[in-house]
């Protein structure tokens, strides 16, 4: 039956489509409608809806939330935000039946989609419309089907228009064919995510219009003359006048914050208090899923030890830490043993301190411990941005100490293309070194072999053609590291054991075993003013695919240029990050890059066909930070 002959005015949702999912136990105000169907003041673990076996169907639908106290239309799989926990096996063939329930007249459609996040499957499975598949339109289904390579904690999510930011994402947890290495009773998934209650498309309008918007925290006239009490006024001028000639502000950490996100946890608020439940003594795996679009968690759990046993759904070496940061799209497994207490807080705040989604392990529904405040709001240094430690004696950070600059050249300097070369950028007098000199013959950036790349051992970073003097690059990077050992801004010197990338290392040996046969280095460019996002200076609808040869092993150099942090995710093939040495280390589907940062990781490109290549924080992938990758014969 269509919705006109039954009847259904278009653009109302069937209402048995209709459900509340709540997120705030301030949602009295949808009480009083009187609608509560089938509500749940908390999703906790035992009701977290879970799809097991190898025949699965999904609907996607509208269905009303109240996170805020406001009610608002998400995009939802199965009804629920997040969507159904699936399981599969290991060496099985899964089927889904993805259905497109989205009513007519939806903020969130027409068109929707599934990718899954990290799985090895053939191109026309990996549903991200445009490449080897067309999307799911209104009243369609799309049949997926393909076997399960791999084993360990993932997560799927739409790749259409903005889905993923409207609530369209889910958890993903293979168990393995063998022995399972986190086996346990209990293993509870603790994914997540950004709400907001703005249609997503507007927030991504308002980024373009006012990208600051969410960086209220200007540094104020105390703070300056706090900074030239102790640098002396000179060095305090110039470093202010450096920061607004970079049309930014040293605490600028994150696009999108609390200001405009309510973060959950498992589909709740830190008032809906997700709960895990344990017995004191037991070993219990967590399986963290950032599904967020735009957030970094640091994710800790005062008073007990992390010990971290999987990223990305591979198997690591077992480091225990207090606290990790987890950028959007990667999965980390920890595992902890909680006795001696009661009830644990899952603390998970954003990288920018704004905001906090919190949970509860507790040996009974109910209980809580105390959450801690927000961390100290971290002031980024030109350290953090790799261009060197220019400010040699001049701490920019009151509240952490900026990384030692490892190859700090004394002429490293910061260049703004397109700005005059002549214009002095800071108290550095080589600042201002003309670029242009550096940049001519590096046309795709392709070496040509695979001997290990200078991972920022001391000479100048060089940069690509097509980035300058590009309308949409605002800045490059002079002197990056790989950064590897850093635990990133706001998490120096915290007290506690912070796990940083080069703590994760594959319980494997490099899964190829060939030296890469050539290396494409690839720089994360941007306009931080502009909201404008980008490979190389070049958007997705510029650019030319990155071909791959069917079988080769090659070598993927990325620096980041800019001052935010992108994760970067290859779809369909691993990415085997590299140490510093150019040694293999780990593998991960999602690879983080701070600001100034330059890291390197293998591909094995041995799957055919056209692959989506992104950063993974939504609304830099929806403004150009995007490549296809097409692998051929
Ligand atoms: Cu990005």
Known sequence: MSFKSSGVP???AMPSRRRFVQGLAAGGAIAGLGLWPRASWAQTAQTMPTLRGTEFDLSIGETLVNYTGSTRPAVTINGTVPGPLLRWKQGTTVTLRVRNELPRGSIHGPDTSIHWHGILLPANMDGVPGMSFDGIRPGESYLYRFDVKQAGTYWYHSHSGFQEQGGMYGPLVIDPDGPDPIASDRDYVVMLSDWTDMNPAKLFARLKKMASHDNVYQRTVGDFMRDAERNG????IADRKMWGQMRMTPTDLSDVNGQTYT????????LGNWTGVFAPGDKVPLRLINGSAMT??????????????????QPVHPVTVDELRIGAAETFDVIVQPSGQDAYTLFAQDSARTGYVSGTLAVREGLRAPIPPLDPRPILSMADMGHGDMHAGHDMSSMETPQPAPAADPHAGHAMPGTNPAAPIAADPHAGHDMSANTGAMAGMDHGNGATPDMGGGGMQTHPASETNKPLVD??????????????????NNGRRVLTYADLRSTFADPDGRDPGRTVELHLTGHMEKFAWSFDGLKFAQAQPLRMTYGERLRIVLV???MMSHPIHLHGMWSDVEDADGNFQVRKHTVD??????????????????????????FHMESGMFREVRVQE
Request: charged share 20%; net charge positive; glycine share 10%.
């Open 10 to 12: 278009q653009g109302i």
């Open 233 to 236: 006024l000179p060095a305090t």
């Open 263 to 270: 973060y959950l946890l498992n589909g709740t608020t830190a």
């Open 296 to 313: 970094y968690f640091d994710v800790r759990i005062p008073g007990l030890k992390l010990t971290v046993v999987a990223a990305d759904g």
């Open 475 to 492: 800045m490059q990077t002079m002197a990056p590291t790989p950064k590897l050992d850093d635990p990133g801004i706001g998490l120096r």
């Open 560 to 562: 980041n240029d800019t």
């Open 593 to 618: 890059m701070p600001p100034g940062s330059k890291r390197s990781y293998r591909v094995r490109a041995d799957a055919l066909g056209r692959w989506a290549y992104h950063c993974h924080l939504f």
